[in-house]
């Protein structure tokens, strides 16, 4: 079974402040794909990152930071100086492989961030 | 612009009633899914199809139906709506025949209440 744990269930800050958004996933696969999503208030999903189980470099792409630890079974995600475009909802999720061989991911519940101005 | 596309945005109907949620994409991908998101539950997996021709349950799939007509469409029907089936749905798909490290391409969701 796998199961992904997004413990926080909202997040308010101010402006221009960091951020760190957990996610504790469990599985007993060595492989397997680590994702984050982000929910704008519009409704729509979009694709933030991918890591795969093998790859535990930290990754930065602008105000976003990504930090995996296979010790701790976690993947989580940083905003630093937060903007109040950055309210939304975020997903964690796990995909790893299912019987017969297919993945099947499977989210966290979600974070909701509010940055206020 | 290309990507998935749902139909309707939006359904209202009453307990007992049936309908089709539409879903097609032009990423020529392989993999399509469906997932119904409810407050404080994150997206829950429907049934999805690994490639053409196959079907698969999900987390959740009582109460539902899948059809993969094609490579470009999956159909999800409720033969009898419940208003527990009230919820946001989801349509995704991915670029190989498994999920395998691809990510989703997702829909921009069908909000549905059964009254």
């Known amino acids: 079974a796998q199961k992904v744990t997004q413990a926080q269930t909202e997040i308010s800050v101010v402006e221009k402040e960091d951020v760190t958004l957990d996610c504790v996933y469990e599985t007993r696969d060595t492989t397997y794909y680590l994702f984050w999503y982000k929910q704008p208030p519009s409704g729509e999903l979009v694709f933030l990152i991918r890591?795969?189980?093998?790859?535990?470099q930290n990754e930065i792409s602008g105000r976003y930071s990504w930090n995996f630890q296979k010790s701790t079974s976690s993947f989580n995600f940083t905003i630093t100086a937060s903007q109040v475009v950055d309210s939304a909802v975020y997903f964690c999720?796990?995909?790893?492989?299912?019987?017969?061989?297919?993945?099947?991911?499977?989210f966290g519940r979600g974070t909701s961030l509010i940055v206020h101005p | 612009n290309a990507g998935v596309t749902q139909t309707p945005k939006f359904q209202v109907l009453k307990t007992g009633q049936s309908m089709t949620l539409q879903c097609a994409q032009d990423m020529n991908h392989n993999s399509m899914y469906w997932y119904r998101q409810d407050p404080g539950m994150g997206l829950r997996l429907i049934y999805y199809?690994?490639?053409?021709?196959?079907?698969d349950k999900g987390e959740v799939p009582n109460g539902y139906n899948v059809s993969r007509l094609n490579k470009r469409e999956f159909s999800l029907r409720l033969e009898s709506a419940a208003p527990s089936q009230t919820s946001v749905y989801f349509c995704?798909?991915?670029?190989?025949?498994?999920?395998?490290?691809?990510?989703?391409?997702f829909g921009d969701g069908t909000r549905l209440s059964i009254l």
């Open positions: 890591r795969n189980s093998f790859d535990e």
């Open positions: 199809s690994a490639s053409e021709g196959t079907t």
């Open positions: 999720a796990l995909s790893e492989v299912a019987a017969g061989g297919s993945y099947i991911p499977t």
């Open positions: 995704a798909s991915a670029p190989v025949e498994i999920f395998s490290n691809q990510p989703q391409h």
